[in-house]
């Protein structure tokens, strides 16, 4: 099973600050990489797959790169509604989740 | 629009038997996988599993083979997740998901709003 860590497990950042979330594998995915925003209450959306593309409707500030086992999303600059929880997934093998990484307010 | 809409929340005592239901809606049912995934009170998501309402074919998580079963009736666009013995661990929100593609390892979007299922005496 490819375990995939995140980190940090919590961001405290300030509206309008870049977050940078990391997003790393037990060997390598290649290029089969997704992130996930989760917000209170509701199901997880997507929001990166294949490391870059952004999904359906999924402003610009959001940002996803890395290849191989490192992989990063950035938000350039946090609006309020993007404090929420952040998980990558794998699908190089059977598929995985990372264990999250939340975005709070500080 | 497509839309996953899934069955309410339900309450059971250990040892009884469960069914939730996802029913998918602005697609073409038949052509995409349909995704199970647990997320346990405060916890991360787990890939349950995914099952292709085409001809029914399943690949489960080693985790949850022969732990859940799941099954699609495609006659009403409608996937199903089943427990026949509850445990108070299977205590989670349970969420539906379709693949954005007819590849079953594939990424899930949309998603369906959830099931809670808690297990208690």
């Known amino acids: 099973e490819i375990v995939l860590t995140q980190s940090p497990v919590t961001l405290s950042l300030s509206p309008g600050e870049r977050a940078t979330l990391s997003c790393r594998a037990s060997?390598?995915?290649?290029?089969?990489l997704a992130w996930y925003q989760q917000r209170p209450g509701q199901p997880p959306r997507l929001l990166i797959y294949?490391?870059?593309n952004r999904a359906t409707g999924i402003p610009a500030r959001f940002t996803g790169s890395g290849s191989g086992t490192d992989f990063t999303l950035t938000i350039s600059s946090l609006e309020p509604e993007d404090f929420a929880v952040y998980y990558c997934?794998?699908?190089?093998?059977?598929?995985?989740f990372g264990q999250g990484t939340k975005v709070e307010i500080k | 629009e497509v839309q996953l809409v899934q069955s309410g929340a339900e309450v059971k005592k250990p040892g009884e038997s469960l069914k939730i239901s996802c029913k998918g809606s602005?697609?073409?049912?038949?052509?995409?996988?349909i995704g199970w995934v647990r997320q346990m009170p405060g916890k991360g998501l787990e890939w349950m599993g995914i099952?292709?309402?085409?001809?029914?074919?399943?690949r489960y998580s080693p985790s949850f083979q022969g732990q859940v079963t799941m099954s699609a009736d495609k006659s009403i666009n409608t996937a199903y997740l089943q427990w026949s013995s509850l445990k108070a661990s299977d205590t989670a929100m349970y969420f539906c998901?379709?693949?954005?593609?007819?590849?079953?390892?594939?990424?899930?979007?949309?998603w369906g709003q959830g099931t809670l299922v808690t297990v208690s005496s």
């Open positions: 998901a379709k693949t954005s593609n007819s590849n079953g390892f594939s990424w899930f979007d949309p």
């Open positions: 602005g697609y073409m049912f038949t052509n995409y996988w």
């Open positions: 099952i292709y309402p085409g001809d029914s074919e399943i």
């Open positions: 060997q390598s995915v290649s290029s089969y």
């Open positions: 294949d490391v870059s």
């Open positions: 997934q794998q699908r190089a093998g059977l598929p995985t």
